[in-house]
């Protein structure tokens, strides 16, 4: 119990430090539950506003987690510490975009009766969050800069809702479809997770690597 206690004021403390982490997420959950309350009307709609609009911006809270790495100048001061608790602190953000994307759901009239009708739909986003969390460490690490790292997801992202991924031939991993399909959600989830473990292995064959 001690330990989960320690834990929780180690991230408590870096949030205040890193106030941003705490602020992106309220930011980006107000905007989309006021574009959520004006278009309520449709819910395919909703949803869609959801999972584009603000699941994607874990990535962002990512690489401004990731980023005192290289802006102090102590990456090898702070790399023990960023390899210690890369797992709890997937589980700590991760949780905490849950909370915000299950509230949006809330005053969205009637989705909590299409995902338990097509529970897929869940699936789905949370795999979604999952691969933007670890896409944002990726890029970060990799690129080792806070400005490229989110110039590729923001470029990606809008680019995607823009064009509903119709445009790009790239991987297609948003649902824009007004009508439930399950052999497209289907091979959405599995592009997904292949491209997760392509963006785990980046990021944590970076983290670990001896410089």
Known sequence: MMDIYRLLRIQLFEWRYQRLLGIIPLFVFCASLLVIVRDSSELHLSIQIVHSLYLPWISWSVILYFQPLYDTGAYYTL???YRKWIGFNFVFLFTFYVVGYLLLLFNIDGAFRLIQTNPLI?????LLLTLFWWIGAALVLLLKSFE????LVLTYTLIEVITRGEFM?????FYFYEYYDFTIY??????IVFISLVFVCLALVRLYKRD
């Open 79 to 81: 790399i023990p510490h």
């Open 122 to 126: 869940l699936v789905h986003h949370l």
């Open 148 to 151: 490229y790292a989110t110039a």
């Open 169 to 173: 031939p790239w991987p297609h991993i």
């Open 186 to 191: 289907m091979q959405k989830i599995s592009l």
